[in-house]
């Protein structure tokens, strides 16, 4: 059964809700799932709602044309889009391939809804993983020198690939702040820890210094300032004293795969709104 | 700040959400907070909106006259009603008082907003504790041989006391059916495990014999049937085999006395709405 | 670093523990990590004790050798072997294969150290999975008739294989309970419920029904009565009103992979030690 | 049944554990539970042994006598005491009483054993909660032009008190460093984040600014530095968009109950042990 999605936020108002949910009623669509939330302090709505296609009496052309007079009046930030358009999501990893093998599973298996153009990685650890696959692997080294030019030779990739979204699966390389500033909310990163603690290098060694009873992985956008983006989840799990650094680094992967892949989901299924360094998170 | 609770379910149906939200926008009120859920499964709508008072152009009574035919038409369950006004609610407890002491705290601190016209334990244990609030406390002894005319008093207690309510506190009696029929989703009832695991009596004793790796505690609807309401909320905590069947009951509390709160808090902000064995929680 | 592996369980009396650590000490043994727990109510001693190898001033053999009379004595149950040996575990499976795909991540990757001399399922659907890991794939067909005969034959081959493990990895067929018998706390399987809840068939469609707030896995030993062998790990997690039965599953592959993988690895490392039907788990 | 309290850390060397179990097993003492940590990469040594005090063939100050020179010769931290003298705890709280009532609930109860020779605070919020538990209770306003007076003063009450242990129960004035440093590990902590996340003031509003989807509580010993000191529990629970700050203080108060009481449960049964600002926690 299709579903046509249509994702918004704008300043709140009386009548918001009644506004929207009249214009799909208008069209005959049959809500599916309906999220809303008003945030009081900030006199801003955010939505969600998910709407039988072949319920509705016109094709998604005619429906985002008649939707924009309405969201220009609202002065709304909206998509629609049909939900079985799969994005197209570019991973990047570097040497630890837990986080990239469970995106591939869950991909593999339908869980996760979308296509994989390619995988970039700074080394070639995971090329016989990717490929065997089917997919395409490209070897991108990162030097100190080349940095600046592989990062652009990175974002022309990512451009040519038509990627919607790009993960950082565990990409130990720092996206410089132009990259991300130029794709706002489209680069996902996991952090390997429960921000903002241990914003940085070495999060599980920091961990295990301080003497952390729960350690954490983080899902977020990357955004100009490191390990400052929205977070769109985490996931902790308690340690104790007898747990070394090694173990922090063992038990944390499940931390990180979890909390990636979960973030994404929401992401991909347009649940995830963002204002400001603040996410909106509709679950499923 | 006032609101108004609007809560109801009824059949789905296509512009159900418009024609609710334009109810309340014609009355000029401004929504605070607006939860809805379509189980599509058995074609059933929820929803619970929380209103502006101040925004309303006509009075609590004026506004639910005018729903009444609204609400016949779609065939409705539905509450409206002032956030304001407090439930009415009875505390009963037996011998184990960390849940009545939970509850006093967060009602006297105003966490939990909620009156207590009166405490019935078949005990004497805790009148001083009650009392030393200047709550009435009502010792109701309970045997094989009078049960029957006791809870029959209950009953009328309850009336008389005009309660919204009953919670069970690890009230330690079985309530029997035909009164849990009188009081349909009126009467919250605080498991000691993890229902469905251990129905019944001494859940501890059985979880430490199991071997189980993790105990809970579930705040459920008593109904006729014994531990198998419809459950509100459930928390767990891991064990490990150093845990004594003592250290069980310790650790349990814990989860008894969260979970109680919890579901208590959802109800008495008309969060909780039950459809068949099931509920829809609208958290906060 | 070798570590040498001495496992043990006896009835508990007076200087037990003197004289464990006395015996390792006599042979030169540094302790790198002792576990002791005393079942106060049983009047039974278990204990784990991790010793650096190269301080021990004799062989395996002969450490197991002078080990035998004092167990005797002890009349303990009790093994000893080294942390290098890497037990040879055969994975079994059906049509659902996400505990597969993680079990062959976390071995591939190092993460959890066994041999797999096969893996063996009722279905064809993972044949590529497994042998592209170079892996031996055998395709064994269960039918109702063939049962008794398949089972004969899947016994013949773990022994055959020299298994010191069976995983039960989402394999969808009841193992006869003279199997099971015939290998005591020796085949590993996932439940796909939290137990003691939704023992037998179909556990995320019962839970769904009964509205729990939370759903989870267990790993256990089977034993001739299904689902109620040794609990050896536990997962939850929770879920709402609005997630679908299908939700509950994909929600519980999770927790199924984490109890799983969890509790395959303190087995594997000498930690899970078994009386009646608790399990002891010194974990790491 | 009584028990005596053996508690010990000491450089590490091969055949420390029999050497303690041999001293135990030579007064006849029975073991009824004994932990044991070796933190490899420090090489230090910690343990802690319960013993069934009947068992014993010499009093408590005979014990102490004989361990003193193989304590000696270990270089060891130590302490033996019976279990049964309860520590005597000043409670410290400022104007949000949750973590005090909770306290008291568990002390009353029983659950948590020791003796409060009295409450302490620098406003007049809780007299009546404290007094009507038949406690002493101390107001003593800090200003700044006052505090380091009244901090002396503290401390000479603290001592005249006898106490064995100070709990800053949700206390809002900062400890001056001169006196953390008097009583080392002897301060207990309970601080509104999840560290080291959040040092500081208003960690709830930091924490809803920055827009986590966990927010925690964490008990901790008082040092020098501000909110810096050895981690004994923490607790945390998911919040999501739609909580405000006002909400995350709410769902913060029973991380911060239950983070406390489990850690001042461990500290008070001897289960604490310190080693620079890492804590072992023989949890159970």
Known sequence: MATTLLKLSCPDRVGLLARISNFVAA???????VHQFTDQSEGWFFARLAVE???LNVDLEAIKATFRPLAAELEADWSIRSAETKP????MVSKLGHCLADLLWRWRSG???????????NHE???DLVEREGLPFFHMPVTP????DAFDRMDAIWREMRADLVVLARYMQV???????????RIINIHHSFLPSFVGANPYQRAHQRGVKLIGATCHYATESLDEGPIIEQEVTRVEHFHSEAD?????????RLALARGLRYHLADRVLVRGNRTIVFRD
């Not at 069209?27 to 799932?33: C, D, F, P």
């Not at 869980?111 to 990685?121: A, G, K, M, N, R």
């Not at 020198?145 to 600046?148: D, G, S, Y």
Request: glycine share 6%; with cysteine; hydrophobic share 35%.
């Open 145 to 148: 020198e080349t940095k600046a």
């Open 175 to 185: 996206v410089p702040m132009d990259l991300c500033a130029k794709w706002p909310n």
């Open 27 to 33: 069209h005959g669509g049959n809500l599916e799932e």
């Open 125 to 127: 650890t995971y090329r």
């Open 53 to 55: 296609t072949q319920t």
């Open 248 to 256: 922090l680094l063992r038990l944390g992967r499940d931390c990180e």
């Open 111 to 121: 869980e996760l809804s979308f296509d994989i153009p390619c995988v970039i990685s």
């Open 88 to 91: 197209r999501v570019v991973l």
